[in-house]
């Protein structure tokens, strides 16, 4: 498996509290990924980033950010958590030399009550 | 935006019984990817597609990709109590640095 880790794994929390998701790679991969998967909607984009400090947004970014500050780590925060973020959210990552499959972490579960 | 549809959204089946999943885009797509996640996992890729009409295989699992580059399609022969899991479709336009994932079709099986 590609060396990717995110934590924490499981995550509970109170409304309005701020969250903050960790993913690590150790494949030096340009391009790294945020989703969220909840049931009938598939994998949902967040935020990716295509290098260092370069990040853009995807299908459903409003109430998260994200910072990338090396190559290794990608966070995604959620300042004032809602009950609709309640999620598994996946990070991934991309080697674009090699055909662009993604390589996804374990995810992580987060419920917000 | 690009959408990408995919039929059914669940399927139970027999154990030896096939099972077809598609997967349709509202744009062209420069490839299609398939993944595969088990329950209480994270999806694996399975396989790309590049080509018009291509049509790729993996033991019992056969890869199609349309004409068109706008749809595609699973297709498990016998299907196995390991084929449990959620299969999914992504794609992206030419050039593009993200992909959209269908919503996925969940398969289960009666052994």
């Known amino acids: 498996d590609a060396g990717i880790t995110q934590s924490p794994r499981h995550k509970v929390t109170e409304t309005g509290t701020p969250v903050t998701l960790r993913c690590h790679q150790t494949e030096n991969h340009r391009y790294m990924y945020w989703y969220r998967q909840d049931p009938g909607h598939g994998l949902r984009l967040i935020h990716y980033?295509?290098?260092?400090?370069?990040?853009d947004k995807g299908e459903v970014s409003d109430g998260y950010s994200v910072s990338r500050s090396k190559t290794e780590d990608f966070l995604l925060t959620l300042e004032s958590a809602t009950s609709s973020q309640t999620s598994v959210y996946f990070c991934a990552i991309r080697d674009s030399g090699r055909g662009g499959e993604l390589f996804f972490g374990e995810g992580s579960r987060l419920t917000v009550l | 935006g690009q959408q990408v549809m995919q039929i059914p959204q669940y399927q139970h089946v027999q154990e030896g019984e096939d099972f077809t999943t598609y997967c349709n885009s509202s744009?062209?797509?420069?490839?299609i990817q398939w993944y595969k996640q088990r329950p209480g996992g994270h999806p694996v890729f399975l396989i790309q597609l590049v080509k018009s009409g291509e049509v790729k295989k993996q033991k019992r699992l056969t890869f199609q990709f349309g004409e068109a580059k706008k749809n595609s399609s699973l297709h498990i022969t016998a299907t196995q109590t390991t084929d449990v899991g959620t299969y999914f479709c992504a794609g992206g336009p030419t050039g593009a640095q993200k992909l959209v994932f269908g919503q996925g079709t969940r398969l289960t099986i009666n052994p």
């Open positions: 980033s295509y290098g260092v400090k370069d990040t």
């Open positions: 744009t062209t797509l420069s490839n």
